[in-house]
Protein backbone atom coordinates (compact mmCIF):
# COMPACT_ATOMS: atom_id res chain seq x y z
CA UNK A 1 0.00 0.00 0.00
CA UNK A 2 1.65 3.30 -1.15
CA UNK A 3 1.82 6.03 1.70
CA UNK A 4 0.64 9.66 0.91
CA UNK A 5 1.60 12.45 2.62
CA UNK A 6 -1.01 15.05 3.91
CA UNK A 7 -0.10 17.63 0.99
CA UNK A 8 -1.26 15.03 -1.50
CA UNK A 9 -4.28 14.20 -0.86
CA UNK A 10 -5.89 15.51 -4.28
CA UNK A 11 -2.95 13.30 -5.85
CA UNK A 12 -4.07 10.27 -3.67
CA UNK A 13 -8.14 10.45 -4.77
CA UNK A 14 -6.91 10.04 -8.23
CA UNK A 15 -4.32 7.42 -7.85
CA UNK A 16 -7.32 5.77 -5.86
CA UNK A 17 -9.41 6.51 -8.50
CA UNK A 18 -7.29 4.56 -11.41
CA UNK A 19 -6.66 1.74 -8.99
CA UNK A 20 -10.52 0.92 -8.65
CA UNK A 21 -10.72 1.80 -12.32
CA UNK A 22 -8.17 -0.94 -13.59
CA UNK A 23 -9.49 -3.54 -10.85
CA UNK A 24 -12.91 -3.41 -12.77
CA UNK A 25 -11.12 -3.89 -16.08
CA UNK A 26 -10.03 -7.34 -14.89
CA UNK A 27 -13.44 -8.39 -13.72
CA UNK A 28 -15.62 -7.37 -16.52
CA UNK A 29 -15.73 -6.37 -20.66
CA UNK A 30 -15.74 -2.48 -19.77
CA UNK A 31 -13.66 -0.61 -21.79
CA UNK A 32 -11.91 2.27 -19.61
CA UNK A 33 -8.50 2.63 -21.03
CA UNK A 34 -9.32 6.03 -22.17
CA UNK A 35 -10.58 7.12 -18.65
CA UNK A 36 -7.11 5.04 -16.90
CA UNK A 37 -5.24 6.95 -19.00
CA UNK A 38 -6.88 10.53 -18.58
CA UNK A 39 -6.95 10.33 -15.04
CA UNK A 40 -3.36 9.08 -15.35
CA UNK A 41 -2.29 12.61 -17.18
CA UNK A 42 -4.51 14.67 -14.84
CA UNK A 43 -2.47 12.68 -11.25
CA UNK A 44 0.80 13.71 -13.28
CA UNK A 45 0.30 17.27 -13.64
CA UNK A 46 -1.24 17.58 -9.99
CA UNK A 47 2.05 15.92 -8.57
CA UNK A 48 4.49 18.21 -10.80
CA UNK A 49 2.35 21.07 -9.62
CA UNK A 50 2.45 19.96 -6.28
CA UNK A 51 5.84 19.27 -6.03
CA UNK A 52 6.96 22.43 -7.34
CA UNK A 53 6.31 24.45 -5.01
CA UNK A 54 6.85 22.58 -1.71
CA UNK A 55 7.31 24.48 1.49
CA UNK A 56 10.09 24.04 3.56
CA UNK A 57 8.13 21.89 6.02
CA UNK A 58 6.23 19.78 3.00
CA UNK A 59 10.12 18.99 1.86
CA UNK A 60 11.00 17.77 5.66
CA UNK A 61 7.74 15.40 5.23
CA UNK A 62 8.90 13.50 1.89
CA UNK A 63 12.70 13.53 3.41
CA UNK A 64 10.87 11.18 6.19
CA UNK A 65 8.84 9.44 3.59
CA UNK A 66 8.70 5.56 5.10
CA UNK A 67 9.35 4.62 1.96
CA UNK A 68 12.42 6.44 1.24
CA UNK A 69 15.25 4.54 0.09
CA UNK A 70 17.76 4.62 3.07
CA UNK A 71 21.40 3.77 3.70
CA UNK A 72 21.08 -0.07 3.08
CA UNK A 73 19.21 -0.05 0.13
CA UNK A 74 22.22 2.07 -1.32
CA UNK A 75 24.12 0.10 -0.20
CA UNK A 76 22.43 -3.17 -1.71
CA UNK A 77 22.44 -1.38 -4.66
CA UNK A 78 25.79 0.24 -5.26
CA UNK A 79 28.39 -1.72 -2.69
CA UNK A 80 29.72 -5.21 -3.52
CA UNK A 81 30.40 -7.80 -1.19
CA UNK A 82 29.65 -5.43 2.04
CA UNK A 83 30.70 -6.64 5.26
CA UNK A 84 29.03 -4.92 8.28
CA UNK A 85 31.56 -4.42 11.00
CA UNK A 86 30.10 -4.18 14.96
CA UNK A 87 31.02 -2.70 17.99
CA UNK A 88 33.23 0.59 19.61
CA UNK A 89 35.90 -1.46 21.09
CA UNK A 90 34.27 0.01 24.47
CA UNK A 91 30.45 -0.37 25.15
CA UNK A 92 28.80 -2.18 22.54
CA UNK A 93 27.05 -2.23 18.88
CA UNK A 94 24.37 0.20 18.23
CA UNK A 95 22.68 -0.56 15.21
CA UNK A 96 21.27 2.75 14.11
CA UNK A 97 25.18 3.43 13.00
CA UNK A 98 26.03 0.65 9.78
CA UNK A 99 29.35 0.49 8.79
CA UNK A 100 31.55 -1.42 7.02
CA UNK A 101 33.94 -3.10 4.01
CA UNK A 102 32.74 -3.33 0.65
CA UNK A 103 33.76 -2.72 -3.27
CA UNK A 104 32.60 0.54 -5.07
CA UNK A 105 32.65 0.69 -8.71
CA UNK A 106 35.74 -1.59 -8.20
CA UNK A 107 37.27 0.11 -5.54
CA UNK A 108 37.84 -1.37 -1.72
CA UNK A 109 35.51 1.06 0.42
CA UNK A 110 34.68 1.85 3.95
CA UNK A 111 30.98 2.47 4.33
CA UNK A 112 29.27 4.56 7.07
CA UNK A 113 25.75 5.84 7.41
CA UNK A 114 22.45 6.19 9.90
CA UNK A 115 19.50 3.49 9.19
CA UNK A 116 16.42 4.27 10.49
CA UNK A 117 14.53 0.60 9.77
CA UNK A 118 11.50 -0.09 7.93
CA UNK A 119 9.10 -2.49 9.79
CA UNK A 120 8.21 -1.29 13.86
CA UNK A 121 10.20 -3.51 15.46
CA UNK A 122 13.34 -2.59 13.15
CA UNK A 123 12.65 1.07 13.49
CA UNK A 124 13.16 0.16 17.43
CA UNK A 125 16.24 -2.31 17.40
CA UNK A 126 17.79 1.05 15.34
CA UNK A 127 16.26 3.33 17.36
CA UNK A 128 14.98 5.32 14.43
CA UNK A 129 18.35 6.10 13.24
CA UNK A 130 19.61 8.07 16.11
CA UNK A 131 23.17 6.54 17.24
CA UNK A 132 24.09 7.10 21.14
CA UNK A 133 28.35 7.62 21.76
CA UNK A 134 29.30 4.37 20.88
CA UNK A 135 27.70 4.32 17.25
CA UNK A 136 29.76 7.51 17.07
CA UNK A 137 32.64 5.52 18.19
CA UNK A 138 31.87 2.89 15.77
CA UNK A 139 32.21 5.74 12.94
CA UNK A 140 35.53 6.90 14.32
CA UNK A 141 37.35 2.99 14.36
CA UNK A 142 36.21 2.26 11.05
CA UNK A 143 37.29 5.74 10.31
CA UNK A 144 40.61 5.12 11.28
CA UNK A 145 40.84 1.52 9.91
CA UNK A 146 39.92 3.16 6.52
CA UNK A 147 43.05 5.64 7.13
CA UNK A 148 45.26 2.74 8.05
CA UNK A 149 44.66 0.55 4.61
CA UNK A 150 44.25 4.25 2.81
CA UNK A 151 40.20 3.25 1.67
CA UNK A 152 37.99 5.72 0.95
CA UNK A 153 35.13 7.01 2.86
CA UNK A 154 31.43 6.79 2.03
CA UNK A 155 28.63 7.93 4.18
CA UNK A 156 24.82 8.13 4.32
CA UNK A 157 23.09 10.26 7.07
CA UNK A 158 19.52 10.01 7.43
CA UNK A 159 18.76 10.95 10.91
CA UNK A 160 16.84 13.31 12.42
CA UNK A 161 19.61 13.89 15.33
CA UNK A 162 22.08 11.77 17.37
CA UNK A 163 20.34 10.34 20.50
CA UNK A 164 19.44 12.36 23.43
CA UNK A 165 18.37 9.93 25.82
CA UNK A 166 20.18 9.94 29.44
CA UNK A 167 22.48 6.72 28.79
CA UNK A 168 23.55 8.41 25.59
CA UNK A 169 24.67 11.62 27.57
CA UNK A 170 25.85 9.42 30.69
CA UNK A 171 28.16 7.66 28.05
CA UNK A 172 29.56 11.18 26.59
CA UNK A 173 27.91 11.84 23.48
CA UNK A 174 28.86 14.95 22.81
CA UNK A 175 32.59 13.80 23.29
CA UNK A 176 31.61 11.04 20.59
CA UNK A 177 30.13 13.14 18.03
CA UNK A 178 33.00 15.80 19.07
CA UNK A 179 35.91 13.05 18.00
CA UNK A 180 33.94 12.33 15.26
CA UNK A 181 33.80 15.01 13.36
CA UNK A 182 37.44 15.61 14.20
CA UNK A 183 38.53 12.32 13.04
CA UNK A 184 36.70 13.20 9.80
CA UNK A 185 39.13 16.57 9.46
CA UNK A 186 42.09 14.38 10.18
CA UNK A 187 42.01 10.86 7.97
CA UNK A 188 43.56 11.36 5.23
CA UNK A 189 42.13 9.66 2.83
CA UNK A 190 38.86 10.99 0.53
CA UNK A 191 35.25 11.49 2.14
CA UNK A 192 32.37 11.86 0.31
CA UNK A 193 29.33 12.29 1.86
CA UNK A 194 25.49 11.60 0.58
CA UNK A 195 22.37 13.39 2.72
CA UNK A 196 19.51 10.94 1.46
CA UNK A 197 16.99 11.68 4.10
CA UNK A 198 16.86 14.13 6.88
CA UNK A 199 20.72 15.61 8.26
CA UNK A 200 19.58 16.59 11.42
CA UNK A 201 22.04 18.29 13.86
CA UNK A 202 25.43 17.15 15.02
CA UNK A 203 24.41 13.84 14.82
CA UNK A 204 24.87 14.25 11.17
CA UNK A 205 27.99 16.34 10.98
CA UNK A 206 29.53 13.42 12.68
CA UNK A 207 29.69 11.60 9.28
CA UNK A 208 28.98 14.57 6.94
CA UNK A 209 32.40 16.67 7.52
CA UNK A 210 33.94 15.56 3.75
CA UNK A 211 35.66 16.31 1.19
CA UNK A 212 32.47 16.34 -1.17
CA UNK A 213 29.17 16.64 0.32
CA UNK A 214 26.10 15.23 -1.74
CA UNK A 215 22.12 16.10 -1.15
CA UNK A 216 19.20 14.70 -2.59
CA UNK A 217 16.75 17.69 -3.72
CA UNK A 218 14.00 16.55 -1.40
CA UNK A 219 16.39 15.87 1.68
CA UNK A 220 16.87 18.45 5.00
CA UNK A 221 19.97 19.28 6.70
CA UNK A 222 19.39 21.68 9.76
CA UNK A 223 20.89 22.57 12.86
CA UNK A 224 17.51 21.16 14.35
CA UNK A 225 14.31 19.64 13.29
CA UNK A 226 11.55 21.94 12.77
CA UNK A 227 9.55 20.59 15.68
CA UNK A 228 12.54 21.21 18.28
CA UNK A 229 13.15 24.66 16.92
CA UNK A 230 9.41 25.10 17.32
CA UNK A 231 9.23 23.73 20.79
CA UNK A 232 11.74 26.08 22.29
CA UNK A 233 10.90 29.10 19.70
CA UNK A 234 7.31 28.86 20.54
CA UNK A 235 6.79 26.70 22.90
CA UNK A 236 4.61 24.17 20.42
CA UNK A 237 5.22 22.01 17.64
CA UNK A 238 2.34 23.83 16.05
CA UNK A 239 4.19 25.81 14.62
CA UNK A 240 6.85 23.62 12.88
CA UNK A 241 5.89 24.85 9.53
CA UNK A 242 7.51 28.75 10.79
CA UNK A 243 10.07 26.66 12.30
CA UNK A 244 11.14 25.11 9.07
CA UNK A 245 10.80 28.02 6.41
CA UNK A 246 13.01 29.95 9.38
CA UNK A 247 15.71 27.25 9.31
CA UNK A 248 16.30 27.59 5.79
CA UNK A 249 16.99 23.82 5.67
CA UNK A 250 16.69 22.68 1.86
CA UNK A 251 19.07 21.24 -0.44
CA UNK A 252 18.51 24.53 -2.53
CA UNK A 253 19.66 26.56 0.12
CA UNK A 254 22.72 24.68 1.25
CA UNK A 255 23.87 24.68 -2.28
CA UNK A 256 23.46 28.25 -1.62
CA UNK A 257 24.94 28.64 1.32
CA UNK A 258 28.09 26.08 -0.02
CA UNK A 259 27.18 23.86 2.45
CA UNK A 260 26.34 21.13 0.18
CA UNK A 261 28.55 20.81 -3.40
CA UNK A 262 26.20 19.20 -5.19
CA UNK A 263 22.35 18.56 -5.15
CA UNK A 264 21.44 15.50 -6.85
CA UNK A 265 17.67 15.78 -8.42
CA UNK A 266 14.94 13.46 -7.82
CA UNK A 267 12.03 11.83 -9.71
CA UNK A 268 8.63 13.85 -9.38
CA UNK A 269 7.06 13.02 -6.29
CA UNK A 270 10.27 12.35 -4.51
CA UNK A 271 13.01 9.34 -4.39
CA UNK A 272 10.48 6.84 -3.41
CA UNK A 273 8.43 7.06 -6.51
CA UNK A 274 10.95 5.70 -8.81
CA UNK A 275 13.59 4.36 -6.14
CA UNK A 276 15.70 2.28 -8.99
CA UNK A 277 16.12 5.62 -10.96
CA UNK A 278 17.60 7.12 -7.55
CA UNK A 279 19.83 4.68 -6.56
CA UNK A 280 21.46 4.68 -9.83
CA UNK A 281 21.56 8.63 -9.90
CA UNK A 282 23.44 8.89 -6.34
CA UNK A 283 25.69 5.95 -7.71
CA UNK A 284 26.92 8.15 -10.44
CA UNK A 285 27.21 10.91 -8.61
CA UNK A 286 29.32 9.17 -5.92
CA UNK A 287 31.56 7.76 -8.97
CA UNK A 288 32.67 11.26 -10.40
CA UNK A 289 33.14 12.60 -6.04
CA UNK A 290 35.28 9.64 -5.72
CA UNK A 291 37.38 9.89 -9.20
CA UNK A 292 37.93 13.52 -8.96
CA UNK A 293 39.50 12.74 -5.07
CA UNK A 294 41.74 9.76 -6.29
CA UNK A 295 45.49 9.90 -5.64
CA UNK A 296 45.35 13.16 -4.27
CA UNK A 297 48.07 13.51 -1.43
CA UNK A 298 47.13 12.97 2.22
CA UNK A 299 47.98 15.86 3.97
CA UNK A 300 46.68 18.25 1.04
CA UNK A 301 43.38 16.45 1.13
CA UNK A 302 43.56 16.95 4.65
CA UNK A 303 44.74 20.39 4.82
CA UNK A 304 41.76 21.07 1.32
CA UNK A 305 39.08 19.84 3.90
CA UNK A 306 39.56 21.87 7.06
CA UNK A 307 39.85 25.06 5.02
CA UNK A 308 36.42 24.17 3.49
CA UNK A 309 34.76 23.69 7.02
CA UNK A 310 36.91 26.46 8.69
CA UNK A 311 35.64 29.44 5.66
CA UNK A 312 32.77 28.35 7.36
CA UNK A 313 32.92 31.23 9.52
CA UNK A 314 32.72 34.04 7.10
CA UNK A 315 29.07 32.70 5.71
Known sequence: MQHFLDFEGPIAELEGKI???????????????????????????????TYAKLTPWQLTQVAR????????????????????LAGDRCFGEDPAMVGGLGRFRSRSVVVLGH?????????????????????????VRLMRLADRFQLPIISFVDTAGAYPGVGAEQRGQAEAIAQAIRTCLSVGVPIISVIVGEGGSG??????????????????????????????LWRTNDE???????LRLTAADMKSFGVVDTVIPEPVGGAHRKPEAVLKSVGQHLETAVTALEGKDPRALVAARRKKYIDFRRI
Do not use: W
Not at 67 to 81: F, G, K, N, S
Not at 240 to 246: K, W
Open 65 to 84: HPDRPHMLDYVEALIEEFQP
Open 19 to 49: RELRHLSGESDLNIVEEVGRLQSKAQLLLQQ
Open 115 to 139: EKGRETAERVRRNFGMARPEGYRKA
Open 203 to 232: GAVAIASADRVLMLENSVYSVISPEGCASI
Open 240 to 246: ADAAAEA
